[in-house]
């Protein structure tokens, strides 16, 4: 369990703006993920666990050593910490072997004992047969096992990864996923992992921690967050919402219903406790929740005109890009049967709203 | 004519352990300003480089009053070695430490200040000492450029006059380096003499500033 309240300003300099991380928070076992945007402070976050930044206040607690204590003035170096840190370039020592940088970080231990370590975790992660080279021969898969190796031969307490497999292509970054759950299995420590796309808080995360500006704004299983975001700062980050300003026009908590007010079209919804009517407030609604088809005389209820901007084939289904930022997701076969529309009509289903 | 090549073995030879004692000093004290806080670092960092910058007759002569006869230091020398240290080549070692071991520890910071620092943040975190992330990963990924500024440092040993004149004196065939033999050579209007001396002098450093080149890394970390 790692227990963290970090506070850490920086200055404005004459090429960078002031930042402040004011974070806290506590996870468990598993695989949490500090996710947001660059600049958000999450590489700072771990940086302060592992002991490469100092903040200026607060406390980090490991099960239950204190790790670094502002008002008591505790702050033991990374070599006390036992963190293992997997860096986002992986820092494999280039001027040794893969076995030479594993042998590197056990040698703490006795001679024997560190051969069969170092042994031990060739294999367990695929490396005897590249034990011999030097990083800069082998492939981005070996060097991420082995920068994973590297890190857990010491078995630290913690786990700690900045944005590994960033820029890597999809086959490699899948088998870094695969990877990492099989540490999560085999090796009993909370893990934290950077990241900056919510395909992988989704793919590796038991929890997800939303970091924006330095502040911890929202935080839970990524299910729930992506269900739930907390305000419209979240949805935007998320990156997967239709999100309009709209007004509140009617709202019966007895019927469940609602009425907000979208481009001068009425759309009726579930009720939405703790608003009031007049309110302006953001409907958040996800593309693939939404229908597009053929514009009829009249639209009907729920059903806004809109003109198509263009379309947009992705792996798994077709984007409709509207006017407005309004997007829709249909599949293949749906869009297949409307592709010929020349008038649309954007079907807003009312169960599928959703008002921040 | 017969030239004595006797001052060209001497400069080789006290150039090369000045370099080598240059080089465990002067990373030596990389290592305190990079990793260790303590009272004066400021004003140990610069005067480290202050030979750089001071006339070299001034260095001698602070040498000398640092390792003379009477001073403590030079006293507890003499006991130790059984000779003193002045006007001995030992001493031109000195004189031509005082002269590599700025520019060793000038070039040796920048080489390290250069290294990818998530190398050093990942030794760290995998348990290992200062020390040992200094010798094991720092020094060794900027082993190049240390070794060019060695090579460097060499040169400028090699041809060191102003403090070994006054430190070692230049008594031919005892301490009298390349530097003190093509004074003399001039002074006693030698011409052939100076200017062969001169040549092996040109040719060796230039030799050396090509070797240095060579080794300055076009990618250190590959």
Known sequence: MIQARICKSFRPGPESAGF?????????????????????????????????????????????????????????????????????????????????????????????????????????????????????????????????????????????????????????????????????????????????????????????????????????????????????????????????????????????????????????GPYFPGKLRGDHVWLCVRPDQLDASTRDARPGPNQIPAQLIRSIETPQAVRLEFEGDLTVELSQAAFDQQKHNKEWVVSFPPQALRVL | MAIDWFPLWLSLKVAAIATGLSLLVGLWLVYLMANRNFRGKGVLSGAVTLPLVLPPTVLGYYLLVLVGRESPLGGFYERVFGSPLVFTWQGAVVAAMLQAIPLLVISARAALASVEGSYERAARSLGASNWRVFWRVSLPLARRSILAAAWLAFARSLGDFGITLIIAGHIPGRTQTLGGAVYEAVEGSNGGLARALVLVISVLAAGILWGANRLVPRQESG
């Not at chain 1, 607690?61 to 910490?81: C, H, K, M, T, W």
């Not at chain 1, 960033?166 to 934290?192: H, K, S």
């Open chain 1, 20 to 268: 402040r991380l004011e974070v806290e928070f506590q996870v468990e076992g598993g695989i949490s993920v500090l996710f947001g945007p660059s600049g958000s402070g999450k590489t700072l976050t771990l940086d302060a666990i592992a002991g490469f930044v100092k903040p200026d206040e607060g406390r980090i607690l490991l099960d239950d050593e204190i790790l670094f204590d502002a008002p008591s003035g505790v702050d033991l170096p990374p070599q006390a910490r036992r963190c293992g840190y997997v860096f986002e370039n992986y820092a494999l020592f280039p001027h040794m072997t893969l076995r030479q940088n594993l042998a590197f970080a056990a040698e703490g231990s006795p001679r024997l004992e560190r051969h069969r370590r170092v042994n031990e975790m060739l294999e367990r992660f695929h490396l005897t047969e590249y034990a011999g080279r030097r990083p800069h021969e082998v492939s981005a898969a070996e060097k991420q096992r082995c920068s994973m190796a590297r890190a857990l031969i010491g078995s630290p307490r913690l786990l700690l990864l900045d944005q590994p497999g960033r820029g890597l292509d999809a086959g490699i970054r899948a088998e870094f996923y695969g990877l990492l759950r099989q540490v999560r299995a085999e090796f009993q420590m909370p893990i934290l992992l950077v990241a900056r796309h919510l395909e992988e808080c989704f793919e590796l995360g038991d929890e997800m921690l939303v970091l924006r500006e330095g502040r911890l704004v929202q935080s839970g299983p990524p299910r729930s967050v992506a269900e739930g975001p907390a305000d419209v700062e979240v949805a935007r980050l998320l990156g997967i919402f239709n999100l309009f300003p709209v007004e509140i026009v009617e709202l019966d908590p007895q019927r469940n219903y609602s009425r907000v007010r979208l481009w001068g079209h009425d759309l009726s």
